[in-house]
């Protein structure tokens, strides 16, 4: 079934994904893109309210939309439905990550607008809530997406 615009209700929840935080890729991450000292040793980590090494939260974001892609990419009719993103509102890092949790993510669609000058398409926003092994919510954020309507 394809998820066109028109398929997608306000008020929809979607629950999805598996993410182990390992320790070896949230250092390799920080390292590339983060390098901030509690994200890459553990004796800095310490000394810090992290108390022990954290994942950068650009690395939580990234792992999050691995979860995404992998979601979508489960229906590949729905997948092609999908046009890419405007950009993102509101991301929040509520708690850090560490190596050892176990992520999955929470979707509701919040608001939909038929675009105006494109009519090949509308516009989709989600709130998103990521969450530890314990439910606890980790990251929030509200993607801005582009899907396409179905045709004439």
Known sequence: MTHYFEDIQVGS?????????ERDEAIAFAG?????????LDDAAAQTHFKKLAASGWHTTG???AMFVAHMQKEPARQEASLGALGVDELRWLRPCYPGDILHCEAE??????SKSRPEMGIIRTKVTVFNQ???PVM???????WRTRPI
């Open 13 to 21: 929840v979607e629950r999805f994904g598996h993410y182990v935080v």
């Open 109 to 114: 669609v919040i608001e939909k607008n038929q």
């Open 63 to 65: 792992m999050f939309m």
């Open 134 to 136: 314990r439910d606890e």
């Open 32 to 40: 590339k893109y983060d390098p901030q000292p509690f994200h890459l």
């Open 140 to 146: 929030t954020l509200i993607p801005i997406a582009m």
